[in-house]
């Protein structure tokens, strides 16, 4: 919106000129958000408080979480808000991709919005059912593929797969990259969504892997650089650094009122939304195999609750002491400070080995 101000002035000004830039406007659109998080934050917990919007801890997790009880959530509704209003103001909405990441993400929220507004309402930990959950994720994930497929087209990667470590390697899917894309945003979604157990975890990993994909959506979108760095070029997929950007931007400002003792909870309005987010991101700059990397604390969080059913279903027996991992790692004695900043200290090392794939080709 502002870009659409901004930008046309610089006939009569041509500093204004500048607004024409990616970069800048990315920087824009961090600061937005970030400050809008920050703003609106203590408004935002109050009306929650006061709405009773709180949290609901299931019964089977730490003894210590019970205390945690109480504490609004829904959050998510902070962190959606800013960086989309981030996004509208610095970016350029005929962007099909920008259009793309916005209403996917906005999608996953709202199913996530309904998930938590069950919860609220019940008093329990019990909201939309797993089935209800992934069949409006399917249908968003479905959408998503065809929506990214037809933007792209008729470029060659339009419904193809890249693979990192590999220069000029393209896949053609055919009819299984809808169901692919479907498979990438459900598993990031919820990925997401079982990392959010303690403080300031999620949101902090979500910054750093929005702060990764942001380089990547750049570079995807930069004709030179794409070429140079042999990665896929993506014709109009720059445009989407101003989204992770305000992401990345928003991550930091509601980690300020989510860290240590959190003052507000994300909820599943957030992490669903935030998932989905990175999970689409990846789609738009063909590197969603590297999710697999960037995301790997998200994936090291799945795998555990994975590894922790099927071990119980077959064998009877757990290989964790609870699931998912962080909670396994408490129980072990570590502090939930000290999970969450080791935690991070591992998201920091999955994105830059994803980084160094820019160079590994």
């Not at 970069?23 to 408080?49: D, K, Q, Y």
């Not at 894309?181 to 975890?201: H, I, K, R």
């Not at 994975?306 to 998912?324: C, D, E, H, N, Y």
Request: proline share 4%.
């Amino acid at each position: 919106m502002l870009y659409w101000l901004l930008y046309p002035l610089r006939d009569l000004w041509t500093p204004f000129n500048v607004f024409r830039y990616i970069t800048v406007r990315t920087g824009l659109a961090v600061a937005t958000a970030l400050f809008l998080c920050l703003a609106l934050g203590p408004w935002v917990i109050r009306r929650l408080a006061a709405l009773q919007v709180r949290q609901s801890i299931r019964e089977e997790g730490p003894e210590h979480h019970q205390a945690k009880a109480g504490t609004p959530t829904m959050g998510g509704l902070l962190i959606v808000g800013s960086f989309t209003a981030a996004t509208v103001l610095w970016a350029d909405l005929t962007n099909g991709y920008v259009l793309t990441v916005l209403a996917v993400t906005l999608a996953f929220a709202a199913i996530g919005f309904a998930d938590d507004f069950l919860k609220v309402r019940r008093r329990h930990n019990l909201g939309l059912t797993s089935r209800q959950k992934l069949l409006l994720q399917g249908v968003v994930g479905l959408a998503a593929a065809v929506a990214v497929r037809s933007i792209a087209s008729p470029a060659p990667h339009a419904g193809a797969l890249a693979f990192p470590f590999f220069k000029d390697v393209l896949l053609p899917l055919g009819a299984l990259y809808l169901p692919f894309v479907m498979l990438v945003l459900l598993g990031a979604s919820n990925a997401v969504n079982l990392t959010d157990g303690l403080d300031g975890l999620a949101i902090g990993a979500i910054g750093v892997a929005a702060a990764t994909y942001t380089v990547f959506v750049y570079v995807a979108g930069h004709s030179l650089l794409a070429a140079y760095l042999r990665l896929v070029p993506v014709s109009g997929a720059g445009e989407v650094t101003v989204f992770t950007g305000a992401v990345g931007g928003a991550a930091l400002g509601f980690l300020w009122f989510n860290c240590h003792p959190a003052a507000v909870f994300m909820g599943d309005v957030g992490s669903l939304a935030l998932g989905g987010a990175i999970g689409i991101v990846a789609v738009v700059a063909k590197q969603e195999l590297l999710l697999v990397i960037v995301g790997g604390l998200f994936v090291m969080e799945a795998l555990s609750v994975m590894i922790q059913v099927a071990s119980f279903k077959l064998r009877g027996k757990r290989v964790f002491r609870m699931a998912p991992i962080h909670h396994h790692f408490e129980l072990a004695g570590w502090t939930e400070t000290q999970v969450v900043v080791r935690f991070w200290i591992l998201s920091i090392i999955f994105a830059l080995a994803g980084l160094a794939t820019l160079k590994i080709r």
